[in-house]
């Protein structure tokens, strides 16, 4: 998709040096490309906030770019106001939801995926970023992509580039930090997040309260009155959507994954998994969809 050029060629090939030794180059680094990828649109307000029952939470990068209409991005306990011409990337495992646009039409693009190592991106984390012309054009190119080849390929490589290039940005949307990012102390979700991805299976209440040095009764007290949710439904999603994951990416049997998440046995499980996304695991491994939203309800 052709676009102005940014820099003037010639230019610079012309600073290129004369190499001794023409075979010898430079090896690359590992580059962490992204998987299962899906882009979609958003163009109403009122779309913002589907699925409507709770908070959305997941296991997937959600790389969100405004294109058109300002509306704040509440993840976890963080309020990002997005303008047109900036975008976002939500983490795995972090509730968010959208308040404030100003006015109903808009045009949000969202491109959701895995990817296996978060590390490079937590710059990134409750940061938005300005859409410049080089990271519209090779968005648009990675959308191009995205409907027209019949192949995955393309379209992992434009995002794992594109993703390579916002690890690159130093510096945030000057007008837009949001005021909770700049505490030293994490919020509670954030927290209980971090310490289940570490820990690679959401631990139990009293791990939680052990780590953060309160009691259990403390820790339900506060998650509740923070979140209106029950810490032990956060962490049954938890374990749904680290399963989730597993699934796709992951070569282990379903029984083998419903003991790594904490389930009794692969019943309880499949019961859970079906209740939550209205499929069975074996399903969702082999390409189904999942429901948008966990069906049961909150306690």
Known sequence: MPHAPTHDL?????KLPQPNYQLLGRRPAPLPLPANIV????????????????????????????????????????????N??????????????????????????FVTFELNDAEPLTALRYRPFVLTPGLRALVAELIEAYETERTE??????????????RR?????????????AEPEP???????????????????????RTLGISPSHLRARFRASCGVSIGRHLRRLRLEQACGLLRLGPQRVSEIAE?????????????????????????????KAAPTPRSRRR
């Open 187 to 209: 919020g509670l979700i954030l927290r209980i997040n971090q310490i289940a991805q570490r820990s690679g299976a959401p631990p139990s209440i009293k791990e939680l309260a």
């Open 169 to 181: 940005i130093k510096h945030a949307a000057p007008h837009a930090a949001p005021g909770p990012a």
């Open 153 to 166: 390929e393309l379209p992992v490589l434009l995002l794992g580039l594109l993703l390579a290039r916002l």
């Open 260 to 288: 790594q998440c904490g389930f009794g046995s692969i019943y309880s499980f499949s019961r859970a998994f079906c209740l939550a996304y209205g499929i069975s695991p074996l399903a969702f491994r082999h390409g189904g």
């Open 10 to 14: 010639r230019k610079l090939v012309s």
């Open 39 to 82: 882009c979609f649109q958003r163009q109403t307000a009122d779309e913002l906030n589907k699925p409507r029952r709770g908070r959305a939470l997941h296991h997937r990068f959600v790389l969100m770019c405004a294109l058109r209409t300002a509306a704040t991005v509440c993840v976890d306990d963080h309020n990002v106001r997005l």
């Open 84 to 109: 047109p011409g900036e975008g976002l990337l939500v983490f795995p495992f972090q509730f968010h939801h959208y308040t404030s646009p100003q006015r109903e039409e808009i045009s949000w693009l």
